[in-house]
């Protein structure tokens, strides 16, 4: 399931002359437009101080075609007369606004009540040479709602993707403020591990059974080779090349995040690369004599969560060990 605050899939006006927007524009400093808690008050980098939200650079015209929003740059295209016209801010062009933030309370726990794996993860079968944007974004309910933004899409998709918040077509242009009774949540006790569970290619599923958590290592023992195992709280706030961080994506919500390069992986000679591959997300902090979440005390449980399960590979949630997994089949590249 992908929650969020609304968001309007458009149809961008291809014109001459169209407006081509950044490519880095998916690196991970946006703006936040969907509210997020926070249960250890850690775990991801926010612009402090504001207030309120400001609007420059440029911006795109929006209006509905029937039942479909319209999108296009001013430069390349006049909205038709009678329609209701609004303006889109697009990420990355100047403007900032921030949806709400809840930090929590030390001692009390924030319990998660879904664990969304991305959709091209649980449904796609990789190859050896892929590069796959590992996904997780954990959900709550809130007791009381907080401000989130309308955001639109404008441009592209994957790493070209942009979005936009939605502002009125007036100077100076107000953003499109609504509330949310959801929001995701952000804790630097959060660990990504990714195993080959068999040293072979076979493409028969594993036995589950043959696999037990280690909460000290943090992986499951029985498993052939680990490849990744990085929590946030070990790179900082907010991460760095090679390990799991937590960033706003470009709709504007915060989740974790990891690039995993299945071309560059360096596994051992008896080990093949292609085979099936564990991914687990844990949290650090849920064992007594297990891995310790740094400096934080553990306030997130994702005990009580739920998944949803993929066409082809079905994420679980482990209740007792305090952490969600799935198994993906990687084929060997033709």
């Known amino acids: ?86 303006r889109v801010y697009p990420q990355e062009e100047g403007g900032h606004w921030q949806a709400g933030v809840l930090n929590g309370t030390p001692g009390a726990t924030v319990g998660v009540s879904e664990v969304d794996w991305s959709d091209g993860l649980e449904n796609t079968t990789w190859s050896t040479a892929s590069t796959i944007r590992v996904e997780t974004t954990l959900y709550t309910a809130l007791d009381e709602p907080l401000p989130a933004y309308e955001m639109q899409h404008l441009h592209g998709q994957g790493v070209r993707e942009m979005r936009g918040v939605v502002a009125s077509n007036t100077e100076p242009a107000i953003a499109s403020r609504t509330e949310s009774g959801d929001a995701t949540v952000i804790t630097p006790c959060a660990r990504l591990t990714i195993q080959k569970l068999e040293s072979s290619a076979s493409a028969q599923r594993p036995q589950p059974e043959r696999f037990h958590w280690n909460a000290v290592t943090g992986e499951w023992n029985g498993a052939a080779y680990t490849l990744v195992n990085s929590a946030v709280w070990e790179k900082g706030d907010r991460g760095r090349s090679g390990g799991l961080a937590a960033v706003v994506d470009v709709s504007g919500k915060a989740l974790f995040r990891y690039d995993w390069e299945l071309w560059r992986a360096a596994l051992p000679m008896h080990v093949s ?32 969560a739920e998944v949803e399960v993929g066409e082809q590979y079905p994420s679980v949630v482990d209740a007792v060990w305090n952490l969600s997994y799935v198994d993906i089949y990687v084929r060997q590249k033709d």
């Not at 980098?45 to 001013?74: F, I, K």
């Not at 085979?275 to 297990?290: E, N």
């Open 1 to 86: 399931m992908k929650r969020g605050v609304v968001n309007r899939a458009t149809r961008t006006c291809v014109l001459t002359g169209a407006v081509l927007l950044p490519v880095a524009a998916w690196a991970g400093n946006h703006n936040l437009s969907y509210p997020v808690v926070l249960p250890e008050g850690a775990g991801l980098s926010l612009r402090m101080g504001l207030t309120a939200p400001r609007l420059e650079g440029r911006w795109w015209y929006g209006w509905m075609e029937g039942q479909e929003p319209v999108a296009c740059a001013p430069s390349t295209c006049t909205p038709p007369p009678g329609v209701d016209v609004w």
């Open 273 to 304: 690369s292609a085979g099936w591959y564990r991914l687990t997300f844990s949290l650090d902090g849920s064992a007594a004599g297990g891995k310790r979440c740094g400096g934080y005390a553990l306030n997130t449980s994702i005990a009580e």
